[in-house]
């Protein structure tokens, strides 16, 4: 039995539209499985692939409060592909965004719905990510975060320190999973979010039980009559255990 990081889903006013500007800005294939839900995937591969990292779009009503407690890492190889990538991006419509990073080699923007991201500058740690170079998830321990991700997932925890955690698949594969320790309360409401998918799917109970004894806990967004399983981290945030269907 295994647990894949599979993806990360957000939360959309029109999940076309943003599914569009994020197929342009990472290069990736779009597609939809039905009205409210949009995907994308990485040329040259098909869900589920196990090597593959996906993004799905799903469109809900704005919630009144939202915290933003995750967001997505962009990589580039050098100053030049930065600088292109930024301004790219900003014709595509993403915007500049100040979250109080102050002068920092990294770009910080926004895309058409308010979702923070950051336009990396090169890095030799994200050299083979592909364009995505890490999910971040501010978190108040990261230590703790590290374990529990680490066991519930089979990831590798590459770096842990009392301000950050960085890990990632067991193969070396695809984005890296970091923890930033960023005090305050957990989110209200989480835009962005990480599904994990049992291997095999019919595993999805067992899985569930086991993330429970490691410190998840069961979470109700709403969701009602679903196929997946929806639970919080021990520091709230949620993720989704995916099922058949």
């Not at 002068?103 to 994200?126: H, I, K, M, Q």
């Not at 962005?192 to 979470?219: K, N």
Request: net charge negative; proline share 8%; aromatic share 8%.
């Amino acid at each position: 039995m295994t647990l894949r990081l599979v993806q990360v889903n957000f939360k959309a006013r029109d999940d076309s539209a943003l599914g569009r500007f994020w197929a342009e800005a990472l290069g990736w294939r779009l597609s939809s499985e039905g009205p409210g839900v949009t995907n994308l995937e990485p040329h040259g591969f098909d869900w589920p692939d196990p090597d593959g990292f996906y993004i799905d779009f799903v469109a809900v009503p704005d919630p009144e409060t939202v915290k933003y407690r995750v967001h997505l890492d962009l990589a580039t190889t050098s100053a030049d592909h930065q600088a292109e990538l930024v301004a790219r991006l900003t014709e595509l419509g993403a915007t500049p965004a100040d979250v109080g990073q102050g002068d920092v080699p990294w770009t910080v923007l926004a895309d058409p719905e308010g979702n923070v991201f950051c336009v990396l500058e090169p890095r030799e740690v994200y050299r083979d990510t592909g364009p995505i170079a890490t999910m971040v998830v501010d978190c108040e321990d990261p230590r703790a975060q590290a374990r529990f991700w680490g066991e519930a997932t089979g990831w590798t925890v590459h770096e842990v320190s009392d301000d950050h955690a960085r890990l990632r698949s067991a193969e070396g594969t695809g984005p890296y999973l970091e923890f930033l320790r960023v005090p305050g309360p957990p989110a209200v409401w989480n835009r962005i979010h990480i599904d994990l998918l049992p291997h095999p799917v019919e595993e999805q109970e067992a899985e569930v039980a086991r993330l429970r004894a490691l410190g998840a806990t069961a979470a109700d967004v709403g969701q009602g009559e679903v196929s997946w399983k929806v639970l919080a981290d021990p520091e709230g945030n949620e993720f989704c255990v995916l099922g058949r269907g």
